[in-house]
Structures are given as C-alpha cells and as structure tokens.
C-alpha cells in the first residue's frame, strides 16, 4: 500500500473521522483508524463502538488530482498519532506507505516517521448498508430540527431511552420528540415516508453527526430496527439505536390554555440573565409573575438577597397568575426556537406550559414548573 496525497484534504477528512476515535477505548483495535485505497479512493474508518464514521477520498476531485502513486492496500494506524502528524508535518502533500504487515512510513521531504500498524483484517466488522427506511431531507431541514430537540434530551444514563431523539415516522410525518422528564421539545417535519417506524436515536450521535455535515443540499437517512445510517456527500455516518419504549408523549402536550404571554425572544433571554444571577442557591429557580399591565421576573436568594425586573415588550391575555421555572431549561427552549418573538402558553401555575413561535406551529416546547414555597 502507498500513496501522495493533498495534505489539506487528507487532514480535513482524517480529523473528521478521528474525532470520534476514543484514545482510551478498552479494546485497542478501536484506537485505529482504518486506511482502505482502492480505485474508489482512499476510504478512512473510525469508530467507538457506538458510532462509526467512514469518509471517501477520491482520487480526483474536478480536475484537480488529490492522490497519486497509488498502490492499494489497506492498514489500521493509531488514531491519535496519525492525526497529529498528518496536522503537523510540513508540505503540501504526504507520502504513506506500508513497509510491511507491522510498519508504516509517513513522510515528506525533510521528515520521517515510521510507526507501528496492524493488519486491516483485525478491524470490526461494520455494517455501512443501506437498509430500512429511507428519507431524504434537506441538510438545512436536518439541522435546525436536531438543533431544536436535541438540548431537551436527558444527560443522565440511568434511563437509556430518554438519552435519545425519539424518530417516528408515518403519514409522511417525521416526528423528533426529546425529553429529561422535566421538558419536552418537538418537532414535526413532512417527508416522503413509505413505512411506518419508531426509533430512538441516540442524541449524542445525532448532534455529532452535525460536525460532518457541510455544504451539502439533501441528506439521506435510512433507519432500520437496529441502526440508523447517515449518508451525506463523501461520508457515511452509522449508530446504533437505543433499545427500551420511548414514553408516549402525545397526551403530555396541552391542548388548551388559559393564560397567553407574548415576549420579545432577547428582552425576555436578557432579564432571565441578570435576574439568574440570584437563583444559584435555588438550582436556576425564577418566578415570572403577570397580570395585563405588568410582567415581573424575580429571584430570590437567602444568601445574597432578591431580584426583579419588568419587561418592557409583552402582551398578557389572562388573570394574574404567577409561575416559578428554570432558567436553564427555558433559556435553551427559546434559543431553540430562533424567533424574534415567542409565545408561552400556561394552564395553571403547576401544569407544563408550552413555549411556541407562532410563525411556526411545527415545533413546541413544554416546560415543567418548580414548587416553591
């Protein structure tokens, strides 16, 4: 095995797939990455058990030649040590060649490195195919929707399922539902679906996925009942789903209010700013207290005193109602959403309410109140 290469591309696409390599992964093999050339070009592999990452380099790209001197082959290298030479080394090509089955030459001009290999056929078998479901979605589609659920998702592995993005598709509906048990976002998004699925998506994986993702203008999804399968220009992203029932979410989402608060998005995100400053003994807790002339946010702090502010831009529909929150996890909810406005809709003062953007009924955020005493 040999080959020059673009030292720019091979850099780019060789960080793209390393970072995901674990350095300190328990099983060596998954320290790698994998370098296959064939006529198709060089294709570097990268996993760490869960995800896996494979990325095409071509030979060509336009007219401009990317590899040269080709013989093809196949190795695995350490992961962290390839990409930190290949990043460091000067020129503008890099020369790889396999000695023999444990050595391997990386070099340019004026520099040399040989480092230990180990023979490709030692790497785990991955399953790259194009199986499942298949959907096509515009890549800016497939962003902004991850970005609008993915932060409701639980951090806490205790309950697997609720570390994912729940996908269920039907009725040419594609439905992205995240949830920790105190907030709830989704999002509906209409696709071309042919069979109905529910899968729960590891959000991680999802929001990692976004790195890979550029300047492409669809992005293909194929999900089966044991993998999801990401094919974006030159890369092929696969995960595994998360086994366990998603909780059924469907009835959780209010359906009628009784009281309506319409705020400016950054009036609104700056008062929770600076009122937060005072709510750290109480985990982020502030009160929102409104009637139709006046909406108050406060917080109160046993050891450093109390806060409150109005809020200039509003309008209130409803009597006077007072709710607490966490800042946290409404601030996260209306960065989401990317309006300039936002509509909170409220029940009563301990049932969810919901966080809209009205131009824009597809995605709803449910947020669950704090008691306070």
Do not use: H, W
Not at 34 to 59: E, R
Not at 201 to 215: D, G, M, Q, R
Not at 232 to 257: A, M, Q, W
């Amino acid at each position: 095995m040999k080959f020059t290469i673009n030292k720019e591309v091979f850099t780019k696409d060789l960080l793209n797939v390393c970072r995901i390599i674990q350095p300190n992964n328990v099983n060596p093999i998954l320290q790698t990455v994998k370098l296959v050339l064939d006529n198709s070009g060089l294709t570097l592999t990268g996993s760490n058990g869960d995800l896996s990452i494979s990325q095409n380099i071509p030979l060509f790209l336009g007219d401009k030649e990317i590899i040269r001197d080709v013989r093809q082959g196949g190795v695995l290298i350490n992961a962290k040590i390839i990409c930190d030479i290949v990043r460091k080394i000067d020129g503008n090509e890099v020369t790889f060649e396999l000695l023999d089955d444990s050595v391997a030459k990386i070099a340019n001009d004026k520099t040399v490195f040989k480092l230990n290999s180990i023979r490709v056929e030692e790497y785990q078998d991955i399953d790259f195919g194009e199986e499942g479901t298949e959907i096509k979605l515009k890549r800016e589609e497939f962003v902004n929707a991850i970005n609008e659920v993915s932060f409701a998702a639980s951090q806490k592995s205790s309950r697997p399922a609720l570390t994912a993005i729940n996908f269920v598709g039907e009725n040419n509906l594609l439905v992205l539902t995240a949830t920790d048990g105190a907030r709830l976002a989704n999002r509906t998004l209409s696709v071309d679906i042919k069979d109905r699925f529910n899968a729960n998506i590891p959000s991680k994986t999802l929001v990692e996925s976004l790195k890979s993702v550029t300047n492409e203008e669809f992005i293909k999804l194929f999900i089966s009942d044991k993998k999801i399968l990401m094919v974006f220009n030159d890369s092929l992203i696969v995960s595994r789903l998360i086994s366990g029932e998603y909780p059924n979410t469907k009835n959780i989402i209010p359906k009628s209010f009784s009281y309506y608060l319409e705020v400016n998005a950054s009036e609104f995100l700056n008062a929770i700013d600076r009122v937060s400053l005072l709510s750290v003994d109480r985990e982020n807790v502030v009160k929102i207290t409104m009637n139709e002339t006046k909406v108050e946010i406060s917080s109160k702090s046993q050891q450093y005193g109390s806060a409150v502010e109005s809020l200039n831009l509003f309008k209130y529909q409803g009597e006077r109602l007072e709710i607490s929150f966490n800042s946290e996890f409404v601030t996260s909810a209306i960065k989401a959403l990317r309006s300039e406005d936002v509509l909170i809709s409220f029940i009563a003062e301990m049932k969810p309410f919901t966080i809209t953007n009205k131009k824009d009924e597809n995605i709803i955020q449910l947020i669950t109140p704090v008691r306070t005493y």
